[in-house]
């Protein structure tokens, strides 16, 4: 009887450790538990931020409106599901009975991407816009056609961006004037998103200033693929004694010296396209993140997963030869998207004509930077009114020295 008593007492204790041992995982797990949905609650607004997108800049020089980033999260559900206006581009898909089937909706977020709000399509512009402007004896002399100059630049500007214009005609256009440097400068514009009461504006800025090209089609950021090709189709109508053509933004002071200066010692030469080239860059998937929203463009839009390369929008040069062929190029294929920089890189990939690295020729003819100059470079980018006046100041002491 005492050994059976022993026994069970032996039983009855390696039971209770049991128990014991097993109420003692229970406690810690619930402790735990406890404690992970403690801390998420105080880093929820940390937590629901962070994102594994992972971002690296194209360029030395990258404009932020104009920006294409690299990304490598894959947001194609997302995408797929973006409600889209019914002036956009239309993002279904149909079933196998041929009704289109509705995609789900996107949680509620502040994004207002430019696709929810603009009328835009890739098709091919066969340009039969209306002038508005033209000063069509621009790259005349009284009359008489000019036999040739080194550089026409042509200036991408809004029509309310009065201050800007004015600011470069007091800088690098006065200046080509005053030195008898080989440029023609003019604008180009299309027609006011505020209509005719600003429209009267631009005809007096334009009679007076006689720089302005103009036409009817609606200035907005996403119609800047026809203002290239608007400024082109008039080099070609009206200016085409330019040996080169620099396209560019109204908020870039261009060292315009040195420029035509370098640019007069490789003439004639064809073929040549000379700018910042960006290669690989991959299209924005991610309609929600920050400032790169407005260049959200999904895979119905462009399902390649990259760009080709591209100049930057601030500033590229096209010898003369390559403007007609640009041109014609642009009636062939449609622009796959509205940033215009894209666009020019996806004509000049159907040219079959390759970008020259602006940085590099720059620094193979100017090895040693000039203390006088703040740029190590022809242009300087994203600048206000008063900065681009200090710099000219500083563009012109540098050529007068």
Not at 150 to 156: Q, R, S
Not at 342 to 357: A, F, P, Q, S
Not at 368 to 396: G, R
């Amino acid at each position: 009887m005492t050994r059976f008593s022993r026994a069970c007492k032996r039983l009855f204790a390696a039971i209770l450790f049991v128990c014991l041992l097993t109420l003692c995982f229970i406690l810690i797990g619930s402790v735990q538990n406890c404690s992970v949905q403690i801390n998420l609650t105080s880093n929820e607004t940390s937590q629901l931020r962070k994102t594994t997108l992972s971002y690296s800049h194209t360029s030395h020089h990258q404009p932020a409106y104009r920006s294409i980033w690299s990304e490598t999260i894959a947001t194609d559900n997302l995408t797929n599901h973006l409600p889209l206006s019914n002036n956009s581009i239309q993002n279904t898909e149909q079933n196998e009975e041929g009704h289109q089937e509705e995609h789900l909706e996107e949680p509620q977020t502040e994004t207002l991407t430019w696709l929810k709000g603009t009328h835009w399509e890739s098709k091919i512009d066969l340009h039969t816009y209306k002038y508005l402007n033209n000063p069509h004896d621009k790259c005349n002399s009284n009359g008489f056609v000019i036999e040739g100059f080194t550089l026409l630049v042509l200036i991408k500007s809004a029509p309310n961006n009065y201050e800007l214009r004015e600011t470069i005609r007091e800088t690098y256009i006065q200046g080509t004037l005053k030195y008898n440097i080989s440029i023609k400068v003019v604008f180009l514009l299309g027609f006011p998103a505020h209509g005719e009461a600003d429209q009267m504006d631009i005809n007096k800025e334009a009679n007076i200033n006689g720089d302005i090209i103009q036409e009817d089609f609606k200035d907005s950021y996403y119609n800047l693929t026809i203002k290239d090709m608007m400024g082109l189709k008039w080099t070609m109508t009206f200016c085409n004694n330019s040996h080169f053509v620099l396209v560019t933004d109204d908020d870039v002071m261009i060292d315009v010296f040195t420029l035509v200066e370098d640019l007069s010692h490789v003439y004639p030469e064809n073929q040549f396209v000379l700018g910042e080239p960006t290669y690989g860059a991959a299209p924005i998937r991610n309609p929600i993140h920050g400032t790169l929203k407005k260049f959200y463009t999904p895979l119905s839009l462009y399902p390649k997963t990259s760009y080709p390369t591209y100049p930057q929008g601030y500033g590229y040069i096209f010898s003369i030869d390559v403007v007609p062929q640009i041109f014609q190029a642009s009636k062939e294929v449609p622009p796959p998207v509205p940033w215009e920089d894209v666009y020019i890189g996806v004509l000049l990939e159907k040219t079959h004509i390759n970008i020259i690295d602006k940085f590099y020729w720059y620094r193979q003819r100017h090895p040693v930077k000039d203390p006088l100059l703040p740029m190590n470079d022809y242009f300087m980018i994203q600048l206000s009114i008063a900065q681009m006046k200090t710099i000219w100041n500083s563009v012109e002491s540098a050529f007068l020295r």
